[in-house]
């Protein structure tokens, strides 16, 4: 069994978290033959290697390549299910959209079925959380862990105007969940990062004890005052912990973890 621990010094964006796991050795071309399966025309992802403050990291891009479909939630799910991707990536992604839609409804006070995923970023974001769940179902991660979330300070242009951070969105997804703000004024954790850091996450603090294996460093796009960079450790845990898989159905609804039990756009 592999554990995982997000550390989110400089945040989480969907690309930094998709980066770190190609960085860890997920092959990029048997990733892009698995997000054929999605149906979807006009994208493409590359992954290079980029240096943050003079680490070397992974960057994947998502370039869009025609025009999009506006889209909402049921075209999203829609798209699941007539995709050729496996049931429980699947069921995890529909669970990860449903949660992004609540939280986008609940700011703009509208129900999450009419909430307007962007063209461009709906793509994005479609690739970066299937990308994940794929990335970690071939790295056989079971279990992950991550750090208190650095969310970052300023403001952040969205597609509704000039906004605080963390963005309304990503707050409302991050309840119940530890976060501080430290280093460069600028957003550090995107909608995207939030709910997949909440969704996959069984608990959030220090480190488990493990025998580290890897480490892999997913890089946003900017530099900043510190290494803009999520890192990934991977490992396999102590004897005395006991196998809890991320992809069980008591963590489905991303509810936060206490004793042991489920409480279960991006960076410019």
Known sequence: MKIAYLDCF????????????????????????????????????????????????????VKVTQEQPHRHLGDILTILDHSGLAEDIKRHTRNIFIQLAAAEGKIHGCPPETVHFHEVGAVDAIVDIVGTLICLDKLEIVEIYCSPLNVGSGTVRCAHGIMPVP?????????????????PAVELVTPTGAVLAKYLSRDFGPMPAMILKG??????????????????????????????????????????????????????
Not at 15 to 26: C, E, K, R, T, Y
Not at 33 to 56: D, H, M, P
Not at 167 to 183: C, D, F, Q, S
Not at 221 to 245: A, C, H, K, W
Request: hydrophobic share 35%; with cysteine; net charge negative.
């Open 10 to 61: 400089a945040g989480i964006s969907g690309d930094m978290f998709l980066g770190a796991l190609v960085d860890l050795g997920v092959d990029v071309e048997e990733l892009r033959q698995e997000l054929w399966q999605l149906g979807i025309q006009g994208f493409e992802i590359t992954a290079s290697k980029v240096t943050r403050k003079g680490i070397s990291a992974t960057k994947v891009d």
């Open 215 to 268: 480490v892999g460093y997913g890089a946003g796009d900017r530099e900043t005052e510190i290494p803009n960079l999520l890192r990934v450790m991977v490992g396999e845990p102590e004897p005395r912990q006991y196998p809890f898989q991320w992809h069980s159905e008591a963590c489905a609804h991303g509810q936060p973890h206490h004793h042991g039990h489920c409480h279960n756009r991006e960076h410019n």
């Open 167 to 183: 963005a309304p969105a990503t707050a409302e997804i991050l309840m119940n969940v530890p976060i501080y703000t430290a280093g």
